[in-house]
Every structure is written in C-alpha cells, then in structure tokens.
C-alpha cells in the first residue's frame, strides 16, 4: 500500500476517525500541502484539534508526522491508531458490507497472496469472536538505542533479543509494552 492507495483505502471506508492534537495541526496541514502539490489539486485542510472524521489525503498526512511528540515513536503510535479505527469500521459495518468493501479496497492492495486468500482470511479475521487487535511497537525501548552513523539516525537493536520479543508476543502472547 503507498500513499495514494492508502487514502484511496480510507476514502472508500468513508474516512476514518482520529483524535487530531493540536501541535500536530500545523505539520498535518504542511504535509497536505505538499501532496495536493504531487496531486495537483487543493489541499483540504484540518481546521481544528479534537476527534474528527478525516479523509484519506488527511489520514496519510496525519500518519506521517513525526515532527512532533516522541518523534518518529509517536508516529508509528499514529499509524497504529489508524490501521485498528479502519479495522474496527470495517468489523461495524457488517458481513453484509464485506463484498462491496472488498470490492473497493482489495485494488488498491499490492500483494503475491491471491485475492481469494486474502478475502478468506479478511473473513475469518473479521467474524472471529474476538475481534480486538493486539499490536505492539518493536524494538521495545529498553532493546533499543537511536546513533548517528555517517551523519544519519539510526535505531539500532539487537536483533536476537528483538527476534526473540516479537516471536513471544505473536506465539507466546507475552505482551511486552513500549512506553
């Protein structure tokens, strides 16, 4: 999924509702402003803080920003947020929505996984009795440091004990939390 066929996405759930902070209104909107440049169309942008049904141009902006808040953290937090609020509208709408949204969303997907496969595992996932999503963010913070190498941010982990934290959480279900 890029860019534009993560809003297409979004657009064709009817948008997605976000709690919107205000200190990240200005880079929503700068972000909105730089693709309605690629887009060649006017960006709309976010007037107000508060919980509010953002299109999908919104949305990707919003997922984007990492300027503000704990950095780059907060932003795979915001994107998170997102993935369970289309997932939790998508379960709302019923089995009897499932084909048409299908039918709008799987185009926009790029995957070697036959669209058969993915529908059925889409439908097991969305009748299952539990229908909460566990997520967690790796490498956790204490398996983690930010370094400059070459003048460029990285985060550096172990990767065994990183291996070993994400293979616990998806067999084991030992959830390990980042702050």
């Given amino acids: 999924v890029d860019f534009y066929s993560a809003a297409k996405i979004v657009d064709a759930l009817g948008g997605v509702e976000v709690n919107v902070k205000q200190p990240d209104l200005e880079f929503l909107n700068n972000y909105l402003n730089e693709l309605a440049i690629y887009d060649k169309i006017p960006a709309v942008h976010v007037k107000n803080a508060g919980l509010q049904n953002l299109s999908g141009r919104q949305t990707v902006a919003y997922t984007r920003i990492r300027a503000v808040g704990n950095g780059d953290w907060e932003r795979t937090e915001r994107q998170r947020t997102v993935l369970v609020a289309l997932f939790n509208k998508m379960k709302n709408a019923g089995p009897d929505k ?11 997907l790029e995957t070697s996984m036959a669209s058969f496969t993915l529908m059925s595992f889409a439908g097991a996932i969305l009748n299952a009795k539990n229908k ?10 204490g398996q983690s ?20 934290s994400i293979h616990n959480f998806i067999y084991k279900s030992i959830k390990l939390v980042s702050k």
Wanted: net charge neutral; no cysteine; hydrophobic share 40%.
């Fill in 98 to 108: 499932f084909p048409v949204l299908a039918s709008q969303v799987l185009p926009n």
């Fill in 132 to 141: 909460e999503i566990d997520q967690a963010r790796f490498p956790l913070d």
């Fill in 145 to 164: 440091a930010g370094k400059k190498i070459n003048n460029i941010w990285y985060l550096t982990t172990d990767l065994k004990t990183t291996t070993n």
